[in-house]
């Protein structure tokens, strides 16, 4: 894997653990509300990170220079 995605992997699990760390503080009932919304959009931006940085590391990108007429498969499935 690339350090782009060690790095990114890396502020996801940062994030969500920080968010979680961030629940565990006693607070009273109002604060404690307001804790939950700060957490849950922390644990949001942190799957966010985790899917965009999937996205760049699992994809598969094929390029094919065809000529007029040319046959070709891909996955099962011909493109003329």
Request: charged share 10%; net charge positive; hydrophobic share 55%.
């Amino acid at each position: 894997a690339s350090i782009t995605a060690l790095a990114g992997f890396a502020v996801a699990a940062w994030t969500l653990c920080g968010a979680m760390m961030y629940l565990r503080q006693p607070a009273h009932a109002a604060a404690r509300a307001r804790r939950i919304g700060v957490a849950l959009s922390h644990a949001g931006a942190a799957f966010l990170v985790i899917g965009v940085t999937g996205m760049g590391v699992w994809r598969v990108e094929h390029q094919r220079l065809a000529s007029p007429g040319e046959t070709f498969t891909v996955e099962g499935s011909a493109f003329t």
